[in-house]
């Protein structure tokens, strides 16, 4: 499985970005794909993850009702929609993908994307 991830960039807070996953090769070993990210000096951090069949989404709280997390099943492509940014979301974003159902672990990921950087300014 191969992910690229894109739409990362430089946003005021309060601004809004929509980072995009396309996923290729075996889609068809995939459960979900989650975004994860990270910030200098810390650790990856689940931000949100959907069941490729789209019945199941999972947010961490720092990111709920800020972050939509959605996918395009006919473009093998899932889609996080960050609104109301703030500072402490700047880091690295991280899409991946799993076969399992631990959604939030990190280590249950097998294949992950380049990341792409989401800055906040105050």
């Known amino acids: 499985v191969q992910l690229q991830a894109s739409g990362g960039g430089l946003v005021q807070a309060g601004g809004s970005l929509r980072l995009a996953c396309a996923a290729s090769?075996?889609?068809?070993?995939?459960?979900?794909l989650g975004w994860f990210r990270q910030a200098p000096g810390k650790g990856r951090e689940f931000v949100a993850a959907i069941t490729w069949s789209g019945t199941t989404t999972d947010y961490a709280d720092s990111v709920k009702g800020r972050f939509t997390i959605s996918r395009d099943s006919a473009k093998n492509t899932v889609y996080l929609q960050m609104n109301s940014l703030k500072p402490e979301d700047t880091a690295v974003y991280y899409c991946?993908?799993?076969?399992?159902?631990?959604?939030?672990?990190?280590?249950?990921?097998?294949?992950w994307g380049q990341g792409t950087q989401v800055t906040v300014s105050s």
């Open positions: 090769g075996r889609a068809w070993s995939t459960y979900a």
């Open positions: 991946a993908h799993t076969s399992t159902s631990w959604l939030r672990e990190p280590h249950e990921y097998n294949y």
